[in-house]
């Protein structure tokens, strides 16, 4: 007996047409489905209402999913699915269960047999790192660094040295509003011929990439980085 399917599908990564970032079937796919799992409610009928439903938006089912989510249920969510139908799983921004607690839901719907189906969209992970032009075999990605200045410190040190031996790539992202301070923290941090590159509010009309090394960077004209969304990427020189 097939089972039903749980839909990966991506979002936007901020105020830019669908037609920018979602292929014209994946958005087709997403407005006919009734029932989502979501991190918040409220920015997937935002993302619903952006891509037109076949029914009244009133009339989905939105299951709210955090960290503190228990696993039954997740389960119960799923269950229904073991005998046919259709979910959608949609994260706050960009890919659902990449660096986003919807991994636990795709990994439930292994665990239960049932059929899980990832979409083309955007991921501002690959987009930064296809952009920086750094190692793009060799990678990791940190999610947030430490907030206390000693602990970023000693975070950004060990990343840069483990980029150094392996010749890695080092992601990581920051509270939009902390971004000018982690700046300077890697610009006092890292050594002046380490690759910095900075992907600010991609796929919207204000992107901006570019990449430098360390000592380039303290003499270029600071980045307008305040309270927008931006991936950071570096890479040690061997």
């Given at each position: 007996?097939?089972?039903?399917?749980?839909h990966?599908?991506?979002?936007?990564?901020?105020?830019?047409?669908?037609?920018?970032?979602?292929?014209?079937?994946v958005?087709?796919l997403?407005?006919?489905?009734d029932?989502?799992?979501?991190?918040?409610?409220?920015?997937?009928?935002?993302f619903?209402?952006?891509?037109?439903?076949?029914?009244?938006?009133?009339?989905?089912?939105?299951?709210?999913?955090?960290?503190?989510?228990?696993?039954?249920?997740i389960?119960?969510?799923?269950?229904?699915?073991?005998?046919g139908?259709?979910?959608?799983?949609?994260?706050?921004?960009?890919?659902?269960?990449v660096?986003?607690?919807?991994?636990?839901?795709?990994?439930?719907?292994?665990?239960?047999?049932?059929?899980v189906?990832?979409?083309?969209?955007?991921?501002?992970?690959?987009?930064?790192?296809?952009?920086?032009?750094?190692?793009?075999?060799?990678?990791?990605?940190?999610?947030?660094?430490?907030?206390?200045?000693?602990?970023?410190?000693?975070?950004?040190?060990?990343?840069?040295?483990?980029?150094?031996?392996?010749?890695?790539?080092?992601?990581?992202?920051?509270?939009?509003?902390?971004?000018?301070?982690?700046?300077?923290?890697?610009?006092?941090?890292?050594?002046?011929?380490?690759?910095?590159?900075?992907?600010?509010?991609?796929?919207?009309?204000?992107?901006?990439?570019?990449?430098?090394?360390?000592?380039?960077?303290?003499?270029?004209?600071?980045?307008?980085?305040?309270?927008?969304?931006?991936?950071?990427?570096?890479?040690?020189?061997?």
């Amino acid at each position: 007996m097939s089972t039903g399917i749980l839909h990966l599908i991506p979002v936007g990564l901020g105020d830019a047409p669908p037609s920018v970032w979602l292929p014209h079937d994946v958005q087709q796919l997403a407005g006919s489905l009734d029932t989502y799992i979501a991190e918040n409610a409220k920015t997937a009928r935002a993302f619903l209402k952006q891509i037109g439903t076949r029914r009244p938006l009133q009339e989905i089912t939105i299951h709210t999913l955090s960290r503190d989510t228990d696993a039954r249920q997740i389960r119960q969510w799923l269950d229904p699915l073991r005998s046919g139908g259709e979910i959608g799983l949609v994260s706050e921004a960009g890919c659902p269960a990449v660096a986003d607690p919807g991994a636990r839901v795709a990994a439930a719907a292994h665990a239960l047999g049932i059929r899980v189906a990832p979409w083309v969209g955007p991921s501002s992970l690959l987009l930064g790192l296809m952009a920086s032009g750094l190692d793009g075999q060799r990678f990791t990605f940190h999610g947030y660094a430490p907030v206390r200045p000693d602990d970023r410190s000693r975070s950004l040190k060990a990343w840069e040295a483990a980029s150094r031996q392996h010749s890695q790539t080092q992601l990581f992202i920051e509270t939009p509003y902390r971004n000018e301070a982690m700046f300077q923290s890697l610009l006092q941090t890292l050594k002046g011929d380490t690759r910095l590159c900075l992907a600010r509010s991609l796929t919207t009309s204000d992107e901006w990439i570019r990449t430098l090394s360390i000592a380039e960077w303290k003499q270029a004209p600071a980045p307008d980085l305040a309270k927008k969304p931006t991936l950071f990427l570096f890479l040690a020189a061997r």
